[in-house]
DNA sequence: TAGGCCATCTGGTCCT
DNA sequence: AGGACCAGATGGCCTA
């Protein structure tokens, strides 16, 4: 079903990349699952299912011709670290999606759709602000007015340069998610 | 069925 | 030396 697709992707891949996959193609089925065992357990779900599936990635090939003895409980403790700051990073992403003001529908936006609402969110706040406090500004005297005005020129200068009209580029975004969903 | 998105594994590199 | 970080590879799920 998808094999036509799998097969596209693994075309990227490097002809050594592919030379050493067809010699591993060839290894006894019977060593697949050495040392897998224990990673399925701390893995999730996703990953679980594969596995259940008894199909054996190339992933889980290398692992085990890469493996030395000791290094690959060292390698079981590293991928679960990595799980772990995996998790963490895809906490920071709930966080900002929760933090950033968008249409409710029922599809969460994906990480690239965060980042890129996030990135606009942030530069039309700084558009606002600076708008709002530019009224006084000229009229300041104090270091602390003064510093407020070569911010203010900075951003304007490189919203200028920038030209992208964060907020209008924001609120079009916006608008797209909500269509696209 | 193709494409997008994601989770996981892995080896390399950087940092402490 | 070992952990953190990163990027590439891969397979699963979902949707148009």
Avoid at 9 to 19: A, G
Avoid at 151 to 177: A, K, M, P, R, V
Wanted: glycine share 6%; hydrophobic share 25%; proline share 2%.
């Amino acid at each position: 079903m998808k094999s036509k697709r799998k097969a596209s992707k693994r075309n990227r891949k490097t002809s050594v990349e592919n030379d050493q996959e067809f010699q591993l193609e060839l290894e006894p089925a019977s060593s697949d699952h050495e040392g897998s065992e224990k990673s399925l357990n701390l893995g999730g779900k996703r990953r679980k299912k594969s596995i259940d599936n008894g199909m054996a990635s190339s992933a889980n090939r290398r692992k085990q011709h890469s493996g030395v003895k000791g290094g690959n409980v060292r390698r079981l403790e590293s991928n679960e670290r990595e799980r772990q700051r995996m998790h963490k990073l895809n906490n920071a992403f709930q966080a900002l999606r929760e933090a950033i003001p968008h249409v409710k529908t029922e599809k969460t936006l994906s990480k690239i759709e965060t980042l890129t609402l996030a990135n606009n969110y942030i530069k039309s706040l700084t558009a606002i602000i600076l708008g709002m406090s530019s009224g006084c500004l000229p009229h300041a005297e104090g270091e602390e007015s003064s510093n407020a005005s070569k911010l203010f020129q900075h951003y304007q200068q490189q919203l200028e340069e920038e030209d992208d009209g964060s907020l209008s580029n924001y609120l079009t975004q916006i608008h797209s998610f909500r269509e696209g969903s």
